[in-house]
């Protein structure tokens, strides 16, 4: 979530594959128990927007790319919650508007030229990071503004599209930026792969309780404000290989080692 000083990760759900719930002993030999059951990313994604609103915080965006944008059950739990969300759809994606039912990109190929307008989706590194954009109303009986976003690439034409919500209308400016926010998103994947060797599908060794540049969140239950690296035992390889041959991801493996370990986050 965005604060005033930046932005931090406040929550995380672990990913499981469906070919490992659908597998009870491979879980239970993971420390995940044998009933765990399969979530998709969005529906992990409500489960925290929810933990969050219902923990008495207040959501006022929520930008989120196609994997997102296409989930219908997410878009309404988070016009439930009157949850502001700017969300990329692909452009075969569909939407109703008072003329009917069009394609995504061929609602923007009807845009008037006079209708695009040149706004900024945020500060880059190298300044202002400007686009044309476009907005078209949706046709919903429910309360509440829905519309089809529409960003153009000033120099190479390149269109991306985006399904908006918020409880009241909203100037074109507003989900423009939050549209150009999701970097910030993107940039702590790497970031936290670096920080944890988890590029490397391991555990980087270290002394055992060892913090790393807090605050940060922990993959581990419970609230904490660093990262512990620990070191992994020889039996740790063999652990790391059968997880990824099994398919799954980096913070997974560090999981699994952390659970077998018995080593919880510091508080």
Request: hydrophobic share 40%; glycine share 10%; with cysteine.
């Amino acid at each position: 979530m965005r604060a005033c000083a930046g932005t931090r990760r406040r929550d995380r759900e672990l990913y499981v594959p469906r070919s490992w719930t659908c597998a009870p002993h491979r879980c239970r030999a993971a420390g995940l128990g044998g009933a765990t059951v399969f979530a998709t990313k969005p529906e992990l994604a409500a489960r925290m927007i929810g933990r969050f609103v219902d923990a008495g915080q207040r959501v006022g965006w929520v930008p989120g790319d196609e994997v997102y944008g296409s989930n219908p059950k997410l878009r309404t739990a988070l016009e439930e919650r009157q949850v502001g969300c700017v969300l990329a759809v692909a452009c075969s994606h569909e939407v109703t508007t008072s003329a009917g039912r069009f394609r995504a990109d061929a609602l923007a190929a009807k845009v008037p030229k006079r209708a695009w307008q040149k706004l900024s989706a945020g500060a880059g590194a190298k300044g202002h990071r400007f686009y044309d954009w476009a907005v078209i109303d949706l046709a919903e009986p429910r309360p509440g503004s829905r519309q089809l976003l529409i960003r153009r690439n000033r120099t190479t034409g390149e269109l991306a599209y985006y399904r908006c919500f918020c409880p009241a209308p909203v100037s074109l400016a507003a989900p423009g930026r939050v549209a150009g926010s999701r970097w910030r998103v993107e940039e702590t994947f790497p970031s936290g792969k670096g920080l944890a060797g988890l590029d490397e599908h391991q555990v980087r060794s270290a002394p055992r309780g060892r913090e790393l540049s807090p605050p940060w969140p922990s993959p581990l239950g419970g609230r904490a404000d660093h990262v512990v690296a620990v070191r992994v035992p020889s039996a740790a390889p063999a652990l790391r290989a059968e997880a990824r041959t099994l398919g799954f991801t980096a913070i997974a493996v560090m999981l699994i080692c952390l659970r077998r370990l018995g080593v919880s986050a510091g508080r």
